[in-house]
């Protein structure tokens, strides 16, 4: 059994979403902002990387948009009178994944990328039509692997993982090239001048060849991030990507305030490695991670919010005004105010081997990426919160079985109990209390498992290939270096769990007791599971994070 993919779509039925046709006087209203030009059949319009690509509006004629493959052209779609080019990419001012041509002789209205993103902050009309296209073409990609980049990789190479979850909890679509099951991988191999043993190598546009690039490569090579100012003092710099940094940029960036995002991989943080998210207010059917964050980051790029992805904060310089974030390549970013949303990552289990397996067996998030490497077979799932139920009842679709291993006594007192439920009635799943695994073995990947019951010291051994580790929580605070207060966990304290300041900081006249969310240190605050005593849950992380909004204008004004 298989498990479709999240980004799946089927076109034929969403047409009339994907490539909606506006009527007179919507185009009147686009016409204040645009100018029209003449085109001729066959003009090309845009190409496959081009930056900074216009809107085009269809007066009349058509054009034809294709994905470049090589010297092939893929067919995406054929666009009339009053239908309009575009997706996501020029949002988050990306470079364009596909080529435009005037099919016919025709007019159109030339709409710039600046101009594009005031219409849709102020026509919510507009806006409705447009991110709903946008939106919904970008699954159309995802959906038929049309991006600008291919993998060529291997199931059993953790690197080869590492970069499939990168492209693809980023949105962004890219071929993957099995190099031991492609019965062709031989003349592509050739044709870039790559051989086996340099997996996992990303080939961006055809052009440059990547041999185990890092995540941060992968985002330079393929276009993810414009330039930065580094000498711009921005009004809010959000450090992390998750559902709580999200909602900050969202709300911020909508009040008007200059915000600059950093994350240090893909956005959705924990939440993002979810197959499905079901007691999320407004989405009674469930939504995936990935799906919910690539939603949020459109949000905030719709109100201008520039989202620098692959971009690792590694310092925080605390002594004066403004603030200074520091990351892993080198650049810095200037601040009047931060948010703090860094998150907290699963523990790791505490094996002398896991480093060897971790990404070749060992997985910390249970997406369609890490299904499709252990279909059919037996896993199992360490952990007893909601994200572990998630996890295990999405792989139960596509495994032969899980078992569900937990130190506790059951789970009653960690997960929801509609998951709990859930669990109960499925059958290929099996729960395990008072278990843990002690032992991880194999040879270039993991082939056994031994785990032992704490109630009765006997032990299990099992040739199972895929631990999924989804227990405890490490705030991902080291970064800070002393600048804020933690407690004895690691965990940042805020607002009433901190004493009143007893005189002023970093430069500031601020005395005051620290604001709601705010750390120890003056005008930066902490929202969504990298704060103590926060509550572990996508709504609660949402919440801090537009809330904490209103304290940023308080701040700002002192």
């Known amino acids: 059994m298989t498990i479709a993919s999240p980004s799946a779509i089927d076109v034929s039925t969403r047409r009339a979403q994907m ?114 296209a946008f939106i919904l073409r970008r699954m159309g990609l995802l959906s038929n692997h049309f991006g600008d980049a291919v993998v060529l990789g291997s199931r059993h190479s953790a690197a080869t993982l590492r970069l499939q979850e990168f492209l693809s909890r980023n949105g962004h679509p890219y071929r993957y090239v099995d190099v031991e099951v492609d019965d062709n991988v ?73 915000v600059v995002v950093l994350e240090s991989s893909s956005p959705g943080g924990q939440a993002g490695s979810s197959s499905k998210i079901e007691n999320y207010l407004g989405f009674p059917t469930g939504i995936s991670g990935i799906a919910l964050a690539q939603r949020a980051l459109a949000q905030a790029e719709k109100f201008g919010a520039r989202v620098a992805i692959a971009r690792t904060a590694v310092r925080l310089g605390c002594a004066d005004l403004p603030y200074r974030v520091d990351t892993a390549d080198g650049g810095s970013v200037l601040a009047r105010s931060i948010v703090i949303a860094t998150g907290a990552e699963y523990r790791k289990l505490d094996l002398p081997d896991l480093t060897r397996f971790e990404g070749v067996g060992v997985y910390y998030g249970a997406t369609f990426v890490e299904a499709q490497r252990c279909s059919s077979e037996e896993v199992i799932v360490v952990g007893g919160g909601n994200s572990a139920g998630q996890a295990a009842t999405f792989l139960a679709q596509s495994s032969a079985h899980v078992h569900i291993l937990v130190r506790s006594e059951g789970l009653a007192a960690s997960m929801s109990k509609y998951l709990i439920r859930r669990i109960e009635e499925t059958a290929n799943i099996t729960l395990h209390t008072r278990a843990r695994v002690v032992a991880l073995s194999g040879a270039d990947q993991l082939q056994q498992v031994t785990w032992l019951d704490d109630r009765t010291g006997e032990t299990s051994i099992r040739p199972i290939r895929h631990v999924f580790s989804m227990a ?49 240190l003056p005008k930066v605050f902490a929202v969504g599971d990298v704060r103590a005593n926060s509550v572990k849950r996508v709504a609660s992380s949402v919440g801090e994070g537009s809330v904490c909004v209103q304290m940023v204008h308080r701040v700002l004004a002192e």
């Open 472 to 520: 405890g929580a490490k705030p991902n605070t080291e970064w800070l270096d002393g600048c804020v207060s933690l407690d004895d966990k690691g965990f940042i304290l805020t607002g009433a769990d901190l004493p009143a300041r007893p005189s002023a900081a970093a430069g500031s006249s601020v005395s005051r007791p620290p604001f709601l969310y705010e750390t120890s």
């Open 19 to 132: 490539f909606p046709r506006l009527s007179a006087a919507q185009i009147a209203r686009i016409a204040r902002f645009g100018r029209e030009r003449s085109v001729a059949a066959g003009e090309l319009l845009f190409e496959e990387g081009d930056r900074a690509v216009p809107m085009h509006v269809i007066l009349e004629g058509e054009i034809e948009v294709v994905h470049p493959l090589g010297p092939v052209e893929e067919p995406i779609a054929i666009q009339g009178p009053g239908e309009f080019t575009g997706e996501v990419s020029q949002l988050a001012d990306r470079p364009s994944l596909v080529r435009a041509r005037a099919k016919t002789a025709g007019r159109l209205l030339v709409v710039l990328r600046p101009v594009l993103r005031t219409l849709v902050q102020t026509d919510p009309e507009l806006s409705e039509v447009f991110l709903r």
């Open 186 to 258: 031989q003349s592509l191999l050739d044709t870039f001048h790559v051989g086996v043993g340099d997996v996992p190598v990303v080939i961006c546009r055809d052009e440059r060849v990547l041999k185990n690039p890092s995540n941060a490569e992968v985002a330079e090579c393929l276009g993810f991030n414009a330039a930065m100012d580094t000498a711009k003092v921005h009004d809010l710099v959000v450090v992390g990507a998750g559902p709580a940094g999200l909602a900050a940029a969202v709300y911020a960036a909508s009040e008007g305030l200059d």
